[in-house]
């Protein structure tokens, strides 16, 4: 009688995503120090983003701190988070967390503007909020609108590449994950669509 093939035993780094966020709901073993490892970068990433337009307020351990919470939010409420992502819906996990580390860093800001005078640095301008502004909202609906307007000749993968890469702030590897293409690609599809996106508003400033 033949024996049975034995599967080779995986390391946590060569885990899929999916095994991985399975294993880390499962509250296994090695599995949140691999998620951690595996998506840190990304996190510091996508929260340095955030706070760097304001490195005049903050500084690198405000960066540590929202890196802290970030993981917090993942753990909190019996990994609430986490248990909400659906591969299904054709979003990366690490599209998934880079949201909500981005999400913490923007709740991280507003609390800073809402932090008592005495805690903020001595010299330093008082930032009233970060919240936009009612009239900073519509235009940002008009200019929406108006990509929107533009972007309706344009193919489907074109639109879904510049919403990705502009309108959510992928990175180049991440657009590539997330579209199938080669990263050389997304730089040379960028080009692309920026000398297109070039030659229609040109009648348009110039008329202007």
Same mark, same amino acid.
């Given at each position: 009688m033949?024996?049975?093939?034995?599967?080779?035993?995986l390391?946590?780094?060569?885990?899929? $995503?999916a $095994?991985l966020?399975r294993?880390?709901?499962?509250?296994? =073993?090695n599995a949140?120090?691999?998620l951690?490892?595996? @998506?840190?970068?990304? +996190? @510091?990433r996508?929260v340095?983003k955030? +706070?760097s337009?304001y490195? /005049?307020?903050l500084?690198?351990?405000?960066?540590d #701190?929202?890196?802290?919470?970030?993981?917090?939010?993942?753990?909190?409420?019996?990994?609430?988070?986490?248990?909400?992502?659906?591969?299904?819906? *054709?979003?990366?996990l690490? /599209?998934?967390i880079?949201?909500?580390?981005?999400?913490v860093?923007?709740d @991280?800001?507003?609390q800073?503007a809402?932090?008592p005078a005495l805690?903020?640095i001595?010299g330093v301008?008082e930032?009233?909020s @970060?919240?936009p502004?009612?009239?900073?909202?519509? &235009?940002?609906? #008009?200019r929406? *609108?108006e &990509?929107n307007?533009?972007l309706a000749?344009?193919?489907?993968?074109d639109?879904?590449f510049?919403?990705?890469?502009?309108?959510?702030?992928? =990175?180049a #590897? #991440?657009v590539a *994950?997330?579209?199938?293409?080669?990263?050389?690609t997304?730089? /040379?599809?960028?080009?692309?669509?920026l000398?297109r996106l070039q030659?229609?508003?040109s009648?348009?400033?110039a008329a202007?």
């Amino acid at each position: 009688m033949a024996l049975l093939a034995h599967r080779p035993v995986l390391s946590p780094r060569e885990w899929s $995503d999916a $095994d991985l966020l399975r294993r880390t709901l499962r509250r296994e =073993d090695n599995a949140w120090r691999e998620l951690v490892r595996r @998506f840190r970068s990304l +996190i @510091f990433r996508c929260v340095t983003k955030v +706070i760097s337009r304001y490195d /005049s307020v903050l500084s690198n351990a405000d960066a540590d #701190e929202v890196y802290g919470e970030v993981l917090v939010t993942l753990v909190r409420d019996d990994m609430r988070k986490l248990r909400l992502y659906d591969a299904r819906r *054709g979003t990366k996990l690490s /599209s998934w967390i880079g949201m909500i580390a981005t999400n913490v860093a923007y709740d @991280f800001l507003r609390q800073s503007a809402r932090r008592p005078a005495l805690d903020r640095i001595d010299g330093v301008l008082e930032i009233d909020s @970060f919240e936009p502004s009612p009239l900073e909202n519509v &235009l940002e609906e #008009e200019r929406r *609108g108006e &990509l929107n307007h533009l972007l309706a000749a344009y193919s489907d993968k074109d639109r879904r590449f510049v919403s990705l890469y502009y309108a959510h702030g992928l =990175d180049a #590897e #991440e657009v590539a *994950g997330e579209m199938g293409i080669s990263v050389k690609t997304v730089y /040379s599809k960028k080009h692309k669509l920026l000398a297109r996106l070039q030659r229609t508003l040109s009648p348009l400033c110039a008329a202007a």
